[in-house]
T-cell receptor, first 112, second 113 residues
Framework: EAQVTQNPRYLITVTGKKLTVTCSQN?????MSWYRQDPGLGLRQIYY???????DKGDVPEGYKVSRKEKRNFPLILESPSPNQTSLYFC???????????FGSGTRLTVV | KNQVEQSPQSLIILEGKNCTLQ??????????LRWYKQDTGRGPVSLTI?????NTKSNGRYTATLDADTKQSSLHITASQLSDSASYIC????????????FGKGTTLSVSS
């Protein structure tokens, strides 16, 4: 089944403790992206990647890092999480900007 | 500034009724417009995607229209079902803007019996 898999689905952590949210797709998509969704603000792009070793900032990249060492994986790294990063996070992939995007099921992160 | 505005913010309708959701955008240069359905706590799922030359596209009971001149789109839902209760998000892609998508904030639809 074609899908984008995110892990974990739920995560509660403490301020300053580094964490990684994994994202993997099995559709051979070149493009991958991370979004956060907050009430009243909609989906906002954090980082995106056009291909392996090619990443770029989205609208809200502060406090996040990404890497794209393999085509299928695009992890989101929070080096020192803060409470304002409490949010619902989505990974998405696509063949490119003119194609449909497949979203993962989401990761609900709470930073206390 | 590239923006996507959706209306209404929320909507309640009775099961079996039709409804229309609106999307206005100021994205330029325009590449394509998508409508997504997002169930609570789940990832968005694509309903339709339209390019500049397309003015109507259907997906079952969902019909999207696009007027590129007025920069408006609508999503019409026919014979609504309880399972249509969700947030509907309009997303516009701009050419030569990396791969960034401009998201609307969504319309929350509640279908009651």
């Amino acid at each position: 089944e074609a899908q984008v898999t995110q892990n974990p689905r739920y995560l509660i952590t403490v301020t300053g403790k580094k964490l990684t949210v994994t994202c993997s797709q099995n559709m051979n998509h070149e493009y991958m992206s991370w979004y956060r969704q907050d009430p009243g603000l909609g989906l906002r792009q954090i980082y995106y990647s056009m291909n392996v070793e090619v990443t770029d900032k989205g609208d809200v990249p502060e406090g996040y890092k990404v890497s794209r060492k393999e085509k299928r994986n695009f992890p989101l790294i929070l080096e020192s999480p803060s409470p304002n990063q409490t949010s619902l996070y989505f990974c998405a992939s696509s063949f490119g900007p003119s194609y449909g995007y497949t979203f993962g099921s989401g990761t609900r992160l709470t930073v206390v | 500034k590239n923006q996507v505005e959706q209306s209404p913010q929320s909507l309640i309708i009775l099961e079996g009724k039709n409804c229309t959701l609106q999307c206005n955008y100021t994205v330029s240069p325009f590449s394509n417009l998508r409508w997504y359905k997002q169930d609570t706590g789940r990832g968005p799922v694509s309903l339709t995607i339209m390019t500049f030359s397309e003015n109507t596209k259907s997906n079952g009971r969902y019909t999207a229209t696009l007027d590129a001149d007025t920069k408006q789109s609508s999503l019409h839902i026919t014979a609504s079902q309880l399972s249509d209760s969700a947030s509907y998000i309009c997303v516009v892609s701009a050419e030569q803007a990396g791969t960034a998508l401009i998201f609307g904030k969504g319309t929350t639809l509640s279908v009651s019996s």
